[in-house]
């Protein structure tokens, strides 16, 4: 956890045996608070839940000698990330229009237009 201009952040490095499951070999967010007793309480929450998602890939990794993933698989993950995308949209820093130019001359999907596409083919 560290500490940005009065607003707390957390920090945790990537396992070296689950770096080719992530995008970086470290996870930041902000715990957007400035009260260094919630950033406290809110770190330690996150640390856990990485913890059993760490154990989680591990163990399921380990079910597949030869390294490879069924369909099954791929697709757990991959409700696990759009979950997790979609919940992280639910903060304001995340709101969007629809579309925005990228400069060349396409406009690029917002994370809104994601949501709403998932919600809409969700199974009820």
Same mark, same amino acid.
């Given at each position: 956890? #560290?500490?940005?201009?009065?607003? *707390? *952040? #957390?920090?945790?490095?990537?396992?070296?045996?689950?770096?080719?499951? *992530?995008?970086?070999?470290?996870?930041? #967010?902000?715990?957007?608070?400035?009260?260094?007793? +919630? @950033?406290?309480?809110?770190?330690?929450?996150?640390?856990?839940?990485?913890?059993?998602?760490?154990?989680?890939?591990?163990? %399921?990794?380990?079910? %597949?000698?030869?390294?490879?993933?069924?369909?099954?698989?791929? +697709? %757990?993950?991959?409700?696990?990330?759009? @979950?997790?995308?979609?919940?992280?949209?639910?903060?304001?820093?995340?709101?969007?229009?629809?579309?925005?130019?990228?400069?060349?001359?396409? @406009?690029?999907?917002?994370?809104?237009?994601?949501?709403?596409? #998932? %919600?809409?083919?969700?199974?009820?």
């Amino acid at each position: 956890m #560290f500490n940005r201009n009065g607003t *707390y *952040y #957390f920090r945790r490095r990537i396992p070296k045996d689950l770096l080719s499951l *992530y995008p970086s070999d470290q996870i930041i #967010f902000s715990l957007k608070t400035k009260d260094r007793k +919630e @950033a406290d309480k809110l770190a330690r929450a996150e640390s856990v839940r990485l913890d059993q998602e760490f154990e989680w890939k591990r163990g %399921h990794l380990m079910g %597949h000698s030869n390294g490879q993933l069924s369909d099954a698989d791929i +697709e %757990h993950i991959c409700t696990l990330w759009i @979950a997790e995308v979609l919940d992280r949209m639910k903060k304001p820093a995340w709101r969007a229009p629809l579309a925005r130019p990228t400069g060349n001359g396409r @406009a690029s999907v917002a994370p809104n237009l994601l949501e709403r596409q #998932f %919600h809409a083919s969700a199974p009820n």
